[in-house]
């Protein structure tokens, strides 16, 4: 394989999520963890997270995220955000909120923690419960983001928005502004992991996406207008675009992620290509960030299709999504197909269309380890895909 760019080494990373494990009481069918994530289950212990949580903080790393799965399974987690702390990480927890109590906020608070953000599935509790899988989630989840606040954090909420909440947009605002939240991010579901799975009975219309933004816009001149500081981020999924993002920032550019069995990634989903990962247990991370030929595959533009390569935007989409390039064609060095200028931008028009307008939330299959073992019994059955390094 040639490495992208040889000469000119990477930033170091600024940006360290920690998925300190795949295990979650909840089965949303749009969580971005891999299907096969039961394959997973020799996590790494509480010293060999500090380990990578010193070599990321020496390598210079300043943001780090407490991620899963539901991070608060493990019951080392506050060890783990005090000595974070120590190292001079700023910290941020990702979480569904479930197992998390007044008491455990406190603890968490003393071990130095910075911000925790928790998300919501719908504005009510039976809807709520349908994509969660939990009849107690819900309550749950409102009384800590409440909890949150006390203890002297900005509420932080975070929503991801499909077509079977996303009518009730109007719904999840008002709850959000009753709660005081500080922030709300109304994230359409973006398709990687169990969402790319059921990505035809989870993606919205066109039009529900339109009215979804116009209520959002409401609200924010609605909260102006009394003076009420809650900031509203709308992200709309990629798959409406017609230009790339600039996917974490651009490949092995800012982004690592640790998984919980250590392998490392450029980004969260990227178990997805046909790619050999690194894996902290064997490799110590400096070496992975500046040597590894995964992490330096996709860096630069040398890899690019000459099309890209040709592009204004080369240097800020920086080719855009591989994981969602080899999703949607099979070919991780394709042209994204969300580019207008993709020959397989089509795709998605097609996606769109065929997307059932009936569908209910029956016709999702729910994340959880019974699911995860069919499937990859399932893939263990095909026939493995070619990886094959463009040279």
Request: aromatic share 8%; charged share 20%.
């Amino acid at each position: 394989m040639r490495h992208a760019n040889p000469t000119t080494p990477p930033s170091p990373p600024f940006w360290l999520l920690a998925e300190l494990t795949y295990r979650c009481p909840l089965q949303c069918a749009y969580c971005s963890n891999p299907l096969a994530f039961t394959r997973y289950q020799d996590e790494l212990d509480t010293e060999a997270w500090i380990d990578v949580l010193t070599q990321a903080r020496a390598m210079g790393a300043a943001q780090l995220g407490f991620s899963g799965g539901e991070p608060l399974v493990r019951q080392d987690l506050e060890t783990l955000v005090k000595e974070a702390r120590t190292l001079g990480f700023y910290t941020n927890l990702i979480t569904s909120g479930v197992g998390l109590t007044a008491q455990r906020v406190e603890a968490l608070a003393d071990a130095g923690l910075d911000h925790i953000q928790i998300s919501l599935q719908a504005a009510d509790p039976e809807l709520a419960q349908a994509l969660a899988g939990s009849s107690k989630a819900h309550a749950n989840k409102l009384a800590m983001a409440k909890a949150v606040k006390a203890a002297g954090y900005p509420m932080v909420l975070n929503v991801v928005l499909h077509r079977h909440n996303i009518d009730q947009i109007g719904e999840l605002i008002a709850l959000c502004d009753e709660l005081g939240a500080d922030a709300v991010e109304l994230a359409n579901c973006q398709y990687y992991g169990w969402a790319f799975l059921n990505r035809r009975a989870l993606l919205p219309t066109r039009e529900q996406l339109l009215r979804a933004e116009a209520e959002t816009q409401r609200w924010r001149e609605r909260l102006a207008a009394k003076g009420r500081d809650m900031s509203l981020l709308f992200v709309v999924p990629d798959y409406f675009e017609q230009a790339p993002k600039a996917c974490m920032g651009g490949w092995g550019s800012i982004f690592m992620t640790v998984a919980p069995d250590g392998a490392v990634l450029p980004c969260h989903s990227a178990r997805e290509l046909p790619m050999a990962f690194p894996n902290v247990k064997r490799t110590p991370l400096q070496d992975i960030w500046y040597r590894d030929a995964a992490f330096d595959h996709f860096r630069g533009t040398d890899w690019m299709p000459a099309q890209c390569q040709q592009c204004d935007s080369r240097d800020k989409d920086h080719g855009g999504c591989r994981c969602q390039a080899y999703l949607l064609t099979g070919d991780m060095y394709a042209i994204d197909p969300v580019c207008q200028h993709s020959p397989d931008h089509a795709l998605l028009d097609g996606l769109l269309e065929e997307s059932p307008q009936t569908a209910t939330i029956p016709d999702l299959i729910p994340r959880n380890a019974r699911q995860s073992r069919r499937l990859t019994t399932e893939s263990a059955l095909r026939p493995a895909p070619t990886l094959i390094y463009r040279q």
